[in-house]
């Protein structure tokens, strides 16, 4: 379950495998200013600060120019990270705007850690 963490709140949203970094933000009742949410505005441009990710579709070379594609330019509505990252946004706030939603995300980074404590244990009895 990767992970998007807020530069510099320091916000850690949970998403679904396959999920897109909008998307998740989304999910979690978050919002920032979006455009088409197809890949095609260059609207939801963000940085990724550490970690990787990949784009779930192709991206124009109108939208993503070839040094964007190097310097950790994120197209957060195609964005799939492919491990926990961190991002920062460009020019304004992460807005909760859902407070309900974020109990959703709450429930996920539960669910992720009783994970991680599950498959820490089968380590554990797997060597003895
Ligand atoms: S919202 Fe238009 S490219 Fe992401």
Redesign the pocket.
Known sequence: MPTVTIDPTGEVIYLDPEETV?SGLYKAGYAYT???????????KVDCRAGSFTYNRPIADT?LSDEERTDGTC????AVPESDITIRMRGENLRLVNAFLRQINEKARQRAEALARAQQGAVIISEE
């Open positions: 909008l979006i455009g088409c949410r197809r890949g095609g505005c260059a609207i939801c939208v197209l957060s509505c195609r």
